[in-house]
């Protein structure tokens, strides 16, 4: 199990990734899939599931209706979001 910790936002956000031992592509079953525990401030908000076919989100208390997308809708989706520029910068190299 991998824990990702963030304490320099506002809340405080702690994602979880439960990553099984072998994830094989051809399978579809849920079981394979990477799930991801988000939590703001303790509190439980959904899991991000990462399958072979789609992304799907789980609403905390919700076990019947995820958002899925498959991976081209997911793709157009970030693709249209705005960019944002790193607010550092990189060095020069001498």
Same mark, same amino acid.
């Given at each position: 199990?991998? &824990?990702?910790?963030?304490?320099?936002?506002?809340? &405080?956000?702690?994602?979880? /990734? !439960?990553?099984? /031992?072998?994830?094989?592509?051809?399978?579809? /079953?849920?079981?394979?899939?990477?799930?991801?525990?988000? &939590?703001?401030? @303790?509190?439980? #908000?959904?899991?991000?599931?990462? @399958? !072979? @076919?789609?992304? *799907?989100?789980?609403? *905390?208390?919700?076990?019947?209706?995820?958002? !899925?997308?498959?991976?081209?809708?997911?793709?157009?989706?970030?693709? @249209?979001?705005?960019? #944002?520029?790193?607010?550092?910068?990189? &060095? #020069?190299?001498?």
């Amino acid at each position: 199990m991998v &824990k990702f910790v963030a304490h320099d936002m506002p809340k &405080k956000v702690t994602v979880t /990734a !439960r990553i099984p /031992a072998k994830i094989p592509i051809s399978s579809r /079953a849920s079981s394979q899939a990477l799930k991801i525990d988000v &939590k703001i401030s @303790g509190s439980k #908000k959904g899991t991000l599931s990462i @399958g !072979r @076919g789609s992304v *799907e989100w789980w609403p *905390e208390y919700n076990s019947v209706n995820a958002h !899925r997308l498959p991976w081209s809708k997911f793709i157009d989706l970030l693709t @249209g979001m705005p960019q #944002k520029r790193s607010r550092r910068r990189l &060095k #020069k190299s001498t």
